[in-house]
């Protein structure tokens, strides 16, 4: 019998399912928000990808398919992984094999931390975008006032007698340019 032949065709099987799926997922994403969401979940897959082979450690290589419910905590299996007992180090290819397993849990904590990272990063876009988008809001809304207050003064000045009308524009004009070098502001004053 083949190291092949051992393999559980049941678990090759759900494997390939699961990794079918993931590129599907993966392939599904289409805009900022979908992969926010995907990297969202994809940490936590990586995190359950990390428990699960923690799992299959302890129960095929640490404890002989003892159940999980006498598994010790994550940081014990680890030590146990990382420094192998006296009658491992006679086979070096099982403690080589212990260190890498250790090694491809410490990859999926990585991965899911990765994914949370490039969740947060996303997340400070997402939030850049909607602070861009209401601060343009806000300055179509502030151009629409101002427009209003302009027209309405440019008509309160045009109701006056046509001799005071040029005194008000002119006086107007440099109370408007007053403000707007004090202020900073780019508003326009109405034009006498």
């Known amino acids: ?12 099987t759900r494997l390939n399912a699961m990794a ?16 926010q969401h995907y990297l969202s979940e994809l940490s936590s897959l990586a995190s359950a990808i990390r428990y699960s082979v923690e799992h299959a450690a302890w129960r095929s290589l640490l404890a002989q398919g003892a159940p999980l ?18 009658a491992d180090l006679d086979h070096p290819g099982q403690a ?5 397993v250790c090694d491809v849990m410490a990859g999926a904590e990585h991965l899911s931390e990765l994914a949370s990272s490039a969740w947060l990063v996303g997340l400070t876009e997402e939030v850049r975008r909607e602070v861009d988008g209401a601060h343009a809001q806000v300055t179509r809304t ?3 006032t101002y427009q209003e207050i302009f027209g ?7 109701s006056l007698p046509p001799q005071v009308q040029q005194a008000a524009r002119e006086a107007l004009s440099r109370e408007f340019a007053g403000l707007q070098q004090r202020t900073g502001a780019d508003t326009e004053a109405p034009q006498p």
């Open 20 to 35: 079918k799926e993931l590129l599907q997922i993966g392939g599904d994403c289409a805009s900022p928000q979908e992969l």
């Open 1 to 12: 019998m083949t190291v092949h032949d051992q393999w559980n065709a049941e678990l090759q």
């Open 69 to 86: 419910d006498g598994k010790p905590v994550s940081r014990e299996v680890q030590e146990q992984l990382r420094r192998p007992r006296q």
């Open 96 to 100: 080589a094999q212990f260190s890498v």
């Open 142 to 144: 502030n151009k629409a």
């Open 152 to 158: 309405s003064i440019d008509r309160a000045v045009g």
